[in-house]
């Protein structure tokens, strides 16, 4: 059957997607922060606050569902009901690398499959933190993870002063139901300073506490150039230390901190 130029013209303008474009994946945030890959419309259940960060509803909401938004827009851009499949076709695949790639006792063979499962399917235990930590490990990448009712923010993995600007840093939802990206002009070193931002909003944020003896510290708070003005107890001085120990580390991702006193820190 000959079909006319006409007629062709007439059933592309009937298609309800023909004006639909693949998301755009902002140059720049290939490295150190995470890329927007938002396929929803304006104002439709996308939230942004004053600075341009948008918060993302994420489902399935799974961690590995969240992972997958942002690093393969075909997820994105696949129907919500239809995610379950590639979920678990990913979930078959790092079931049988994870073995390969994590390694240490931070991640016991058992409880590491079993996390790695809830993380990909979901269930009560999707967002344990051996879960969040095993994703970490699979597609080297960092996480912030964010509770907004407690307005409590951590670190996955936990060694903040470990983390590098070269590896994507993500923003997750504790519920993994919701994804934060930045505004376009973000990069890697803003962190110290959005995070100082998000503690005078009132935010609580866990930093890994510091460990050793006394001299150990002491010659830990020497190397970090910080010194209390007070005479501190040594879980105190564990605490600050390891908050400062991470802030001095992500500062270098810019330029060199100055000296601080963690008396107040």
Known sequence: MSVSFENLKAWIAENPNANCKLPVLREGFSKGVSVNVSTQKEGENVQKDSLHWEAIPIQPATPLSCILYITDPMYSLTPEGARGSILREKCTELESTYTS????????????????????????????????????????????????TQKLLQFYPEELHLWTPENPIYFFSCLANQVWT??????????????????????????????????????????????????LLKAELCKRLGKARAIKAIGKWDCVPDVMDISTA
């Open 101 to 148: 790639i994590l390694k240490g006792r931070q991640f016991p063979i058992r409880k590491t499959a079993e996390a790695i499962i809830a993380a990909c399917t979901g269930g009560s235990s999707a967002c344990s933190a051996l879960g969040w930590k095993a994703l970490c490990g699979l597609f080297k990448i960092q996480i912030v993870w964010f509770d907004e």
């Open 182 to 231: 930045p505004p376009s002009n973000w990069k890697a070193h803003h962190l110290g300073m959005w995070l100082s931002d998000k503690e005078n909003e009132g935010w609580r944020i866990n930093y890994e506490e510091a460990d050793g003896t006394m001299e150990e510290l002491k010659a830990l708070a020497k190397e970090l150039e910080v010194f209390p003005s007070t005479k």
